[in-house]
């Protein structure tokens, strides 16, 4: 079992930056590859980027250069840097990470971009 928290949601006008984190507790030793996804009102939940365990990362189109993951494997934490954002980006996002045969969600933390 992996346990995922995810920090550092908030309000921020366009342009402004956050920075989330996601703490990993349990089996972490299984974990492979973790992710960051969003989910805004009335849409599906969307992939924002991932990193796997060595550090090879893949972003959607809508954030490549503006956010940036990260991960610190010796506190088993990943990092979503977002930079000039945008009232798009507004949605819960989600911590994910997969053991190979299982994907663990965080309960999501809230990020609104007003205009």
């Known amino acids: 079992q992996v346990q995922l928290v995810e920090s550092g949601g908030g309000m921020v006008q366009a342009g402004g930056s956050l920075r989330l984190s996601c703490a990993c507790s349990?089996?972490?030793?299984?974990?492979?590859?973790m992710g960051w996804y969003r989910q805004a009102p009335g849409k599906q939940r969307e992939l924002v980027a991932t990193?796997?365990?060595?550090?090879?990362?893949n972003y959607s189109d809508s954030v490549k250069g503006r956010f940036t993951i990260s991960r610190d494997n010796a506190r088993n934490t990943v990092y979503l840097q977002m930079n000039s954002l945008k009232p798009e980006d507004t949605a819960v996002y989600h911590c994910?990470?997969?053991?190979?045969?299982?994907?663990?969600w965080g309960q999501g933390t809230q990020v609104t971009v007003s205009s």
């Open positions: 990193i796997t365990s060595t550090a090879r990362t």
């Open positions: 349990g089996t972490v030793s299984r974990i492979n590859s």
């Open positions: 994910s990470a997969t053991t190979g045969i299982y994907m663990y």
